[in-house]
């Protein structure tokens, strides 16, 4: 099983900031196979980036996912204040898929 | 518009059963997989298993078979997750999503979650 490290646990920024968060995997993952999600407060997760750095319809372009093998990084240029929210990675190169823990992205 | 709408919170006692459901509009039903996703209070993220509602082809974790059953009734578009037996350790939020991708050796089915219904929330309480 491929475990997935997110890092860091909380980023503390201000809007307008960048945001980069990681996510290490403990074996590499197949043809980049990686997703990203956003998920607020009472909501349910949202599909940001597939394939390492393909945005999902719909969404800003801003985020933008990059990384390959083992080191994959999620970076969102210019924080707006609807972006603060949990992120996770997500490998679905070997079964059983698997998520990272997350990354808290809040307001410095 | 492709919606997923999940049945209503669960209160439940240890040891009771459970079945909730996940119905798929506006987009072919028995043409992509649909998956199940928990998150426990407080908790990350834990793929639990796939269903393609075509055919009611299956996957699960390791660590959710035997636990749990997922199922699929095409007729009416709606995928289920049951229990036969509930643990207050099963206490989580449970969402269902469409799930991306791709047939990979023998035929197992690998992918990313696309579109997600909104959540049913199990509480099991003695």
């Known amino acids: 099983e491929i475990v997935l490290t997110q890092s860091p646990g909380t980023l503390s920024l201000s809007p307008g900031e960048r945001a980069t968060l990681s996510c290490r995997a403990s074996q590499s993952v197949s043809s980049s196979y990686l997703a990203w999600y956003q998920q607020k407060p009472g909501q349910a997760p949202r599909l940001l980036i597939y394939?390492?750095?393909s945005r999902a319809t719909g969404i800003p372009d801003r985020f933008s996912g990059s990384g390959s093998g083992t080191d994959f990084t999620l970076t969102i240029s210019r924080l707006e204040p609807e972006d603060f929210a949990v992120y996770y990675c997500q490998q679905y190169g070997s079964s059983p898929e698997t998520f990272g823990q997350g990354t808290k992205v809040e307001i410095k | 518009e492709v919606q997923l709408v999940q049945s209503g919170a669960e209160v439940k006692k240890p040891g009771e059963s459970l079945k909730i459901s996940c119905k798929g509009s506006?987009?072919?039903?028995?043409?992509?997989?649909i998956g199940w996703v928990r998150q426990m209070p407080g908790k990350g993220l834990e793929w639990m298993g796939i269903?393609?509602?075509?055919?009611?082809?299956?996957r699960y974790s390791p660590s959710f078979q035997g636990q749990v059953t997922i199922s699929a009734d095409k007729s009416i578009s709606t995928a289920y997750l049951q229990w036969s037996s509930l643990k207050a350790s099963d206490t989580a939020m449970y969402y269902c999503?469409?799930?991306?991708?791709?047939?990979?050796?023998?035929?197992?089915?690998?992918?990313?979650?696309?579109?997600w219904g909104q959540g049913t929330l199990v509480t099991v309480s003695s």
């Open positions: 506006g987009y072919s039903f028995t043409s992509y997989w």
């Open positions: 999503a469409t799930l991306q991708g791709y047939y990979y050796g023998s035929g197992s089915y690998l992918g990313y979650f696309d579109y």
């Open positions: 269903i393609y509602p075509g055919d009611s082809d299956t």
């Open positions: 394939g390492a750095s």
